[in-house]
């Protein structure tokens, strides 16, 4: 559909050409959940840096997830995922004799690169979910009022001092990550520290991660990293890795913050094939013009019949 | 730790966290490091990613075991069988590290023939005294030293503790050598036979029976173990209060000391034991202590048998060789400190001035004067006793017996609200208008509101600066001290009472700032630091005099502040110096960061191997030189020889590592410091679903017990009713959260993250309790019953010991009736039984029963536990 | 950022904005304060370095202060053992330092009193001094039944958290000390 | 190893479904997998005001209309009549829409900027249009004040109030809504038809039976085609389109198709006689009543579809299988993942 290409390249326009001299390199996350150790420190580093709100929702029983969604009180949230395994970890391996899958083990611990119990066939996933700062972003896409913009640091930001609570971004995002909050009355997300990122400062999250797992930077370098740290696990036998929002030809252009993830993106909670949904709007205004074109006519056949 | 200070001289953490990213394999046993220490983990992480291997051991599978090669579930209570089983499997397979365990560790040293081990005696060494329930220890000494190689040790009874008993006390030793040796270690009576003697039944066998570890898996453990050490690769040890927190936690770590000698690990890049503290400034209060039975720089408090005088009690407390050779150096130069023009060489420096101590006054025995009405006085400062500490009712009791308790912290905590809040108001025991006890609450100040340092986990003093003031009354603890003691002197000028001479004669003018009269805190340091009688600093502990014209608070910190620099507050940034990173704060020794160093070189001074130098023996400049201070004289060459009647470091040879000690050597065999044993032995917890398979004698003998209506003991295997509690339960902490709660149940965003206490057991207990997840589950043993959400989970396991399945129940303890977020307190569940070298209380494995659903309210809950006593038929002395 | 300020286009009205940015995602949307946004960081007082308060890994922090109040606490990349890094604990330090619920004056509690009640620090620390000075004579133990002098008393213990600094420590036990209460313990063995 | 023991249901929630089993199944699964059965996207925030002004501005949009062309065919009692509708629904829309907002003193806002990609951008600037045009034609009709304006304005009004009456549907067909989105292509018709029912059916209670027969036939011809586009549309959706058939939702859909048929017929037959005039208001009455009970079947269909997780994550996992898209995780090799 070229008209939606179309579109697109001209979202992906808003950075860095509308910014002109003042474009600084597209920032992002790489979010490595093989080395999260749970600690929520993402969490609150970024509570604390944006002044969001405590939610209390309890104890839930869902492992240690007592946060349990993204929301407009909760810019980070890190799932935590309790798995007994088969002999072999994952499906597409699930024919490996028991002898194959000791020596891939062998290959994994040496590596050092396993995070897997296969002595217990227990493993315990953890990783730390955020907006993802699409490169087609539905949310922005869809803000009436322009409260929801892309920065000069190619991610995407909600202006408190804009945004009048229509409320349209929270149905639109494929990944459910924008909520209205109350009584504040307007929508919040991860800004990924725009102001931080005007000091040169890393977003709260990524600098008090202490494992690494959340690195930031510019994304073209975070994708080779990315690349290299797949590779890796792939070579060690670890063939459960997966990257996801790492290729820009997804549903959504690619992430500006992506991932590597040990399971199928559903498991983690994310949706495995994620589209803008403004990516079919030309089909959308097409329809809805044809509706308004037989309206008018519905209308004229109604009066002109009359005559008859 | 005693358990550090016994097997190698000094309390404490052997390496640094950064020093883990050279480790071939990690051993993480007895913590939690992932969710303890997130941030130190990252050195794990670091390690890992290099290839070595992580292994947890662990009852439970934690976000630690995420992250690890391989989980160990493991009984709790039972790490001797495991790590003794490891010292077997090393000796039996020929396995150690000779040249190493040969020239730096007393493997060779031949024992007093009076000698008798456990595996004679059915579970006792020799010198048992069923009266007095202590060691003789004299016949665990060294052949051919004098008899009481302990000093006064014998009399002292319970009040001595490892860090008291620091070095062979009085030992004496001439060029530093034992009178009888055997470098061949063939020898029956040497070290290393009798190690051999005391580890051969701790087989593969039996650490399956006893811990509940598969052979298979303690195989893998102890081999993996033994293929990453010796000259080209190394590991290291990480344990917490898993370890330490229980009737024989000096032994735990004295276990993995004994490993790490016999596979070379001490004093090596990537090697070491890593004691991961769990509060900011632990070490620091231990090396400095506010505690009963030593001084600062662990001299150990005077004791009526230690002698009347200074060089009595020398004597008595120290060897002649070795560091501690010139105690009276740093002894004399405490009191200088202390008592300034006051201490004369005439009046023996004022060492007669000094409180003794003749007997345990450690917390847990305070408490017992407490209830007794005894201890009529209590001041609790930055501390939630009511929370932290075991067998909670007995603590509010306690509380409730005072005339006067003042509570300092920045919260109003449990401990302060005792009077009002208690579960024992709740059970009608205690009744808020008939509790006597006059409270004093006092805000203090957070660290961003005070000048001071804290000592890290890995001895590293690192200062923090004072952002803001305080506000209302909120003051440091280091104000309220000073002005306290200026009171109690000005009210007491005058007195001609003996007992108020030292108070007057006490150096008490430190020059105060800003709006609350502040002590400048880094005069504080200098005098900590020490000074020359001109008053100018101290460089190391070596410039110590012991004539009085040195002043110096901690002999062991000695140096922080030389040059008039405050060498804690350097804050050079580590990607502008190497990767020991010695610019940045100062580790007492000496700024040493791998302690004992002189190990990482061969006996000629040369490294192990290029992958693992660290400190060797530079010929051409005739000095010790490397990435890191070394931890030895630094002129002395390898193959030095002292002299007849040399003392002091000059008595140990150029090949002896461990400085601290009489020998020089690292002790696999301690022949004094710890009060139950020169090494260390499987004795079942105080409470135990398993009966002990090696001897008849269950548990430690000398584990410290308090016999009182309020502190009950369930019946243990074999005796009758153990039944009644037949699972284990185990306490633990959350990232989420920290300690007793003062400092995050406080806390919104922390709160929200783990807002209630839940107990985490297996599908296969909530089964056979019929407890559903998610559900209320209530926990019961003879003291109490607490009630917490259930978290059935796969990541507990049941464990097969001795032919039978045992369940294990893990409870943080975070929850009170204060604080944001409200719980029971796991704590109040376990009994007062301590560790009899430092009086640590065992609340990492006891027994328990579990219901499904809430606990009774009010008196009910007393029925309940009352009706689980009469079935387990539990006894209770003094009832 | 400033220069861009400056620009005139950015004080037109988004609309009008829009001829340079058609799809209006970009640069026509930025708000005025967008615009300008700093990170209080760079606004503040001054940042004094700190070291975490509550496990014993040591982690630096960088403390940030404007108006006599802490309004921010983030890790301090300088430090080689933390490199920036904190746990929630640490990361949440400013909760803690400025938390609603800290206490901020004295309180008192008479004995069978059902209430607290508050009062002066100064009179606080005088009423203590008196019990402290009453009790330690009360209980004082000169000498042990074998005449061997003691010089203490046992009617006063002392506990302590482990997140005091050391400095604190060693005046505690300095005081305590010559004072004869030995009963003093701290977290360490807790 | 590689069995587990049976355990009871309750240890299900520590880990994520997957059938009820920790294991990896061989073969494709009836249910999705998910994290804890947690909705993947979030429930709209829309409150009763959005389906109320679906209707309203939907009516009043397609009332233009009918009044532009009445004029034209100089039946200016009916004109007239539809334009106060069109009046009446225009003022009220902004009104429902602003007390929706989070921040209602910030409507203005929605006309900071224009936004092709945002068809509520777009909608409140067809809104802005019609209401001032609609304002002047009607003060036009009924006080014959400003003649000049109102010949452009009610051309304006007229081409502005199809639109109007449509770009709703767009509006919640570009979410990442299932039910919504799998039906974008249908709901602007459906919105069409019910406004002309509705905007047909209001005019008939307004209007004297003899000037209301356009009214009626409108009245008739939008329920057809609300019901014929509703029923493609709950066909085409397919299984993003179950919470259209199923639950509340589903009960009010075939609520209001039955109530729309049943007035469509009573207009239908009703009319030229002077006997079925009340017969053709009880189904006018009942066509209004259809149309509103449509609009809020579908608002709340949105609801449910995004509640459940199996909505989104299914169609997408199936999707991947049939190899019609990689998706967003990419093993090494660009295998989907």
Excluded at chain 2, 514 to 543: C, M, N, T, W
Excluded at chain 2, 760 to 786: F, K, M, N, Q, Y
Aim: aromatic residues 8%.
């Amino acid at each position: 559909m070229s008209s939606n290409a179309k579109l697109l390249t001209l979202d992906a326009g808003a950075w860095p050409d509308t910014y002109g001299e003042m474009a600084k390199p597209r920032m992002g996350f790489f979010t490595d959940t093989s080395i999260c150790i749970g600690c929520k420190a993402c969490e609150v580093a970024c509570k604390e840096w944006n002044h969001v709100p405590e939610d209390f929702k309890g104890f839930t029983g869902k492992s240690y997830d007592n946060t349990l969604h993204l929301d407009a009180d909760n810019w980070r949230h890190v799932a935590f995922i309790e798995q007994r395994l088969p002999a072999a970890l994952d499906g597409d391996t699930a024919t490996e004799s028991l002898v194959q899958i000791a020596a891939r083990r062998e290959l994994e611990e040496d590596s050092g690169l396993d995070t897997l119990q296969e002595g217990e066939g227990l493993r315990w996933l953890m990783a730390s979910d955020v907006c993802k700062h699409c490169s087609h972003a539905a949310c922005l896409d869809v803000c009436p009022t322009g409260a929801l913009f892309r920065t000069e640091y190619g991610t995407v930001v909600v202006q408190a001092d804009i945004c009048n609570g229509c409320g349209y971004c929270v149905p639109a995002c494929p990944f459910g990550v924008l909520s209205k909050r109350k009584p504040d009355g307007r929508v919040w997300k991860c800004t990924l520290c725009y102001d931080r990122l005007r000091d040169d400062k890393e977003p709260a999250c990524a600098q008090a991660c202490p494992t690494n797992s959340i690195q930031y930077g510019e994304l073209t370098e975070l994708h080779e990293r990315a690349e290299a740290r797949l590779q890796e696990m792939q070579d060690a036998g670890q063939t459960s890795a997966r990257l996801y929002g790492a290729h820009p030809d997804d549903g959504v252009g690619g992430f500006g913050a992506f991932f590597l993830l040990l399971d199928e993106p559903e498991v983690y909670g994310l949706p495995p094939d994620p589209v803008v949904t403004t990516r079919d709007l030309p089909g959308i205004w097409a329809s809805t013009g044809a509706a308004a074109v037989a309206l008018a006519v519905g209308i004229a056949a109604a009066c002109i019949g009359g005559r008859r | 730790m005693p358990g550090l200070g016994t097997s190698f001289g000094r309390g404490g953490a052997t390496t640094f966290q950064q020093d883990l990213q050279n480790s071939d394999v990690i051993v993480i046993q007895g913590s939690n490091m992932a969710e303890c220490h997130p941030v130190g983990f990252q050195w794990v992480m670091e390690a890992k990613q290099r290839g070595a291997k992580v292994i947890h051991v662990d009852p439970r599978f934690t976000r630690t075991s995420a992250m690890a090669d391989l989980h160990v579930p493991i009984r709790a209570g039972t790490d001797i069988a495991f790590l003794g089983g490891i010292v077997n499997y090393i000796i039996e397979n020929e396995r150690w590290f000779d040249e190493y365990v040969k020239h730096y560790t007393n493997a060779t040293t031949i024992v007093d023939e009076g000698f008798r081990d456990t595996e004679d005696l059915d579970g006792f060494f020799s010198g048992w005294d069923p009266e007095t329930g202590q060691y003789d220890i004299s016949t665990w000494s060294y052949a051919g030293t004098e008899e009481h190689t302990a000093g006064g040790h014998k009399e002292q009874g319970a009040a001595v503790s490892g860090e008291q008993a620091h070095g062979a006390h009085g030992m004496k030793l001439d060029r530093g050598r034992p009178p009888k040796e055997d470098e061949t270690m063939q020898h029956p009576r040497c070290v290393f036979q009798i190690l051999k003697r005391h580890y051969s039944r701790y087989t593969p066998e039996l650490v399956e029976e006893v811990c509940g570890i598969p052979k298979e898996t303690f195989l893998q453990v102890a081999e993996t173990l033994c293929q990453n050490s010796g000259r080209e690769r190394t590991g290291a040890f990480c344990y917490a209060v898993g370890w330490t927190q229980h009737t024989v936690g000096v032994q735990y770590i004295r276990t993995a000391g004994i490993i790490q000698l016999l596979l070379g690990n001490i004093g090596r890049p990537g090697g070491g034991i890593l004691a991961l503290r769990g509060h900011a400034n632990i070490q620091g209060s231990t090396d400095i202590p506010t505690l009963f039975n030593i001084l600062p720089g662990y001299l150990p408090m005077p004791h009526p048998q230690a002698g009347p005088d200074l060089d009595t009690w020398v004597g008595n407390t120290s060897p002649r060789t070795g560091a501690w050779g010139d105690m009276r150096n740093y002894a004399v130069s405490l009191l200088k400190a202390w008592f300034g023009d006051a201490a004369t060489g005439e009046n023996d420096f004022c060492f007669g001035l000094l409180p003794r101590i003749d007997a345990d006054h450690s917390h847990y025995a305070a408490i017992n004067r407490m209830l007794d009405g005894k201890c009529p006085g209590f001041f609790v400062v930055g501390e939630n006793p009511v929370v932290g500490s075991a067998n909670g009712r007995m603590q509010r009791f306690a509380l409730a017996n005072l005339e006067w308790l003042v509570v300092r912290d920045v919260q109003l905590i449990e401990t302060a609200t005792f009077w009002k809040d208690s579960r024992e108001i709740e059970t009608g025991e205690l009744k808020t208008e008939e509790i006597g006890t006059e409270v004093f609450f006092m805000p203090a100040a957070s660290h961003t509101e005070k000048d001071g340092s804290f000592t890290n986990t890995q001895r590293l003093l690192q200062w923090h600066w004072k952002a803001v003031e305080p506000e209302g009354d909120a003051r440091s603890e280091l104000q309220w001290t000073f002005d306290l003691g200026r009171r109690v002197r000005r009210k007491l000028a005058g007195s001609t009472e003996p007992r108020d001479r030292a108070l007057l004669n006490l150096t008490w003018n430190y020059t105060t700032q800003g709006p609350h009269d502040e002590p400048d805190a880094q005069e504080v340091l200098q005098e900590i630091g020490g000074r020359h009688a001109d008053g100018s600093f101290v460089e190391k502990y070596q410039d110590l005099k012991n004539d009085g014209s040195t002043s110096c608070g901690s002999w062991i910190h000695a140096g922080v502040y030389k040059g008039g620099v405050n060498q804690a507050a350097r804050k050079k940034p580590h990607t502008e110096q190497n990767w020991v990173a010695p610019e940045w704060g100062w580790a007492w020794p000496a700024n040493r960061h791998i302690i004992y160093n002189r190990a990482s070189a061969d006996p000629s001074g040369k490294p192990w191997s290029e992958r693992k130098k660290y400190v060797w023996w530079d010929e051409e400049q005739q000095k010790w030189t490397g990435y890191d201070d070394p931890d030895f004289v630094p002129d002395k060459p390898p193959d030095y020889q002292p002299k007849k009647n040399d003392i002091g470091l000059d008595a140990l040879r150029g090949d002896s590592p461990f400085i601290i000690q009489a020998d020089g050597r690292g002790w696999l065999y301690a022949p004094a410091g710890l009060m139950d044993g020169p090494m260390p032995t499987h004795y079942e917890p105080h409470e135990s679903p398993a009966t002990n398979p090696l001897y008849t004698q269950q548990q430690n003998p000398l584990r410290q017990r308090f016999n009182r209506p309020e502190n009950p003991y369930n019946p243990t295997d074999p005796e009758p009713g153990w039944d009644v509690f037949p699972y284990v339960v185990t306490t633990y902490r959350l990232t989420e959260h920290h300690t007793a709660g003062g400092m995050s149940r406080t806390v919104p965003i922390l709160s929200q993250l783990q807002p209630e206490l839940f107990c985490e057991i297996s599908p296969e207990l909530a089964a056979e309790r019929g407890i559903e997840h998610g559900d209320w589950a209530t926990i019961v043993t003879s003291r109490t019953a607490i009630e917490a959400r259930a978290n059935v989970t796969d990541r507990v396991k049941p464990l097969r010991v001795e032919g039978r399945t045992i369940h294990q129940v893990g409870l943080p303890y975070h929850w009170g009736p204060g604080g944001i977020v409200k719980g029971d307190t796991a704590n109040d569940l376990f009994p007062l039984v301590l560790d009899p070298n430092v009086h640590i209380q065992e609340v990492k494995a006891a027994t328990c029963d579990i219901l499904p659903g809430r606990r009774p309210r009010g008196p009910d809950v007393l029925r309940l536990v009352e009706d689980y006593k009469r079935r387990a038929g539990v006894k209770v002395v003094g009832e | 950022m400033e220069e861009g300020n400056g620009k005139l286009t950015d004080h037109l009205p988004p609309l009008l904005r829009q001829l340079k940015d058609p799809l209006g995602l970009g640069r026509a949307a930025q708000s005025r304060h967008s615009a300008r946004l700093v990170p209080r960081t760079q606004t503040a007082d001054k940042v004094v370095q700190s070291v975490c308060p509550y496990c014993a890994v040591g982690c630096g922090q960088k403390v940030y202060v404007q108006d006599g109040k802490v309004t921010q606490i983030e890790g301090d990349p300088d430090s080689p053992i933390s490199r920036g890094r904190l746990c929630p604990k640490g990361a949440a330090s400013e909760q803690y330092v400025n938390s609603a619920t800290r206490a901020k004056k004295v309180l008192y509690r008479a004995p069978y009193a059902t209430d607290w009640q508050e009062i002066p620090l100064d009179q606080a620390m005088e009423m203590i001094t008196d019990r402290v000075i009453a009790t330690r004579e009360k209980t004082w133990e000169s000498e042990d039944d074998e005449g061997r002098p003691l010089n203490r008393t046992r009617g006063i213990a002392w506990l302590g958290g482990a997140t005091l600094d050391s400095e604190e420590n060693y005046l505690i036990k300095k005081l305590f000390t010559a004072l004869g209460a030995v009963q003093i313990e701290n977290q360490a063995r807790i | 190893m590689s069995t587990r023991p049976e355990v009871p249901s309750a240890t299900l929630e520590t880990r994520p479904r997957r059938n009820g089993k920790g294991e990896r199944a061989m073969v494709p699964e009836a249910e999705p997998r998910s994290y804890y059965d947690q909705p993947v996207i979030q429930e709209p925030v829309w409150t009763w005001e959005i389906p109320i002004y679906f209707f309203v501005g939907g009516m009043a949009g397609a009332s233009a209309g009918l009044a532009y062309m009445a004029h034209l065919q100089g039946n200016n009692e009916l004109s007239r009549r539809a334009w106060a509708i069109s009046l009446a629904g225009i003022h009220v829309s902004p009104m429902l829409l602003i007390s929706d907002l989070g921040r209602p003193a910030r409507f203005l806002n929605m006309l900071r900027m224009f936004k092709i990609t945002s068809p509520m951008s777009v909608g409140s600037w067809i809104l802005a249009t019609t209401g001032g045009a609609v304002t002047v034609s009607a003060a036009h009709a009924w006080t014959g004040v400003f003649p000049g304006l109102a010949r452009s304005g009610r051309l304006v009004a007229a081409l502005a109030g199809m639109p109007l009456a449509t770009y709703t549907g767009a509006l919640i067909g570009n979410t990442a809504v299932p039910a919504w989105h799998k039906a974008r292509h249908f709901l602007p018709f459906v919105f069409a038809g019910g406004a002309a029912a509705s905007a047909g059916a209001a005019a008939v209670l307004a209007t004297p039976g003899k000037h209301a027969e356009p009214a009626r036939r409108l009245a008739v011809i939008g329920a057809a085609l609300e019901i014929g586009a509703a029923q493609g549309m709950e066909h085409a959706a397919g299984f993003e389109g179950e919470p259209y058939k199923k639950g509340l939702p589903g009960a009010l859909s075939k609520l209001a198709t039955a109530t729309t048929a049943a007035g469509a017929g009573l207009l239908a037959k009703g009319g030229r006689r002077r006997s079925d005039r009340t017969l053709a208001k009880v189904g006018a009455g009942l066509l209004l009543a259809g149309a509103f009970t449509e609009r809020w079947a579908i608002f709340r269909a949105g609801f449910k579809s995004a509640s459940e997780p199996k909505y989104t994550v299914g169609p997408q996992r199936e999707r991947i299988r049939k190899g019609e898209s990689l998706g967003a995780a990419r093993m090494p090799g660009n295998r989907p993942g």
